[in-house]
């Protein structure tokens, strides 16, 4: 007995291990970034000398400001166009029958696991062809159809969760197709259109290829200035927008998760 209760504690011990060096794995980069943002020194010299230097740098840094404005511009707009198509297309596959939607839900997969690199180059060829070529609606485009794979599937499991049931309920107790839809549907799924926008925003606002190969000459987004600024030279500019972007991001996710628990409460 005493042997085979060991067992499930080491288990357990080596797993909480485990999971706590991924954790430090995944973090600690961060970490380091955020900490050297408030380093003085340019060349990460030691020991730290904080200071905020490198923001108030960031404020004269016009380049990344612009490319910053467009990346939250780009991503604004695509999350309120993929999740209102992504929704609608997720609530007909789900609700309704008709000839090709297994096929659709098939086709939604191969876009996320295709590399962005080979769909980058695609749009390119493609939108040239015919003739919608580079710009901001070029890059909506693309940033949209990468990001409605996501929308749709993450709404489609919110659906199949608690299928028609309530819906039915609803109908049996006279409710209008509309009444059922906007007091019983849309309160239930909403947790899911609530992630699937935070997986279109974080998508678009993250690309780099579909930016980089659509974007008109002298329009870029902060994922692309930061590339052409590392290949000029690193500044710690970088880590200061970075670790806004951080902070930024966790409020958001803190302030949505108060509302929204995902698992379907609220």
């Known amino acids: 007995m005493k042997a085979s209760t060991k067992v499930p504690g080491l288990l357990s011990l080596s797993l909480r291990l485990y ?23 340019s060349l990460y010299l030691l020991p730290i000398e904080f ?24 991503a604004i707009v695509n999350t309120v166009v993929a999740t209102a198509l992504g929704t609608a297309a997720a609530l007909a596959m789900a609700r309704y029958r008709f000839r090709g939607r297994t096929l659709l839900q098939l086709l939604l997969f191969p876009p996320i696991t295709i590399p962005w690199l080979i769909i980058g180059t695609s ?12 710009g901001f609606h070029a890059m909506l485009l693309g940033h949209v159809a990468l990001s409605l794979p996501y929308v749709i599937v993450v ?40 992630a699937a926008a935070l997986f279109a925003f974080a998508v678009s606002f993250d690309q780099f290829v579909i930016s980089y190969f659509l974007a008109p000459p002298g329009v870029s987004t902060l994922p692309v200035e930061i590339y052409s600024s590392i290949r000029k030279g690193f500044t710690p500019e ?3 927008i970075s670790t806004i972007i951080i902070l930024v991001s966790m409020a958001l996710m803190l302030a949505i998760s108060r509302f929204y628990r995902f698992g379907g409460e609220r």
Do not use: C, H
């Open 155 to 194: 709404v489609g499991a919110r659906l199949k969760s608690f299928g028609t049931g309530l819906e039915e309920a609803a109908a049996t107790l006279g409710a209008t197709p509309w009444q059922a839809f906007r007091r019983v549907s849309v309160p239930v799924m909403a947790p899911g259109v609530v």
């Open 19 to 41: 999971l706590g060096l991924v954790l430090f794995f995944l973090y600690l980069p961060i970490a380091v970034m955020m900490i050297m943002a408030f380093n003085r020194s």
């Open 238 to 240: 970088i880590n200061a």
């Open 51 to 74: 200071d905020t230097v490198w923001f108030e740098a960031l404020a004269d840094n016009w380049r990344l400001i612009d490319a910053g404005v467009n990346s939250v511009a780009l």
């Open 123 to 134: 749009m390119l060829v493609m939108f040239f062809w015919i003739g919608i070529g580079r």
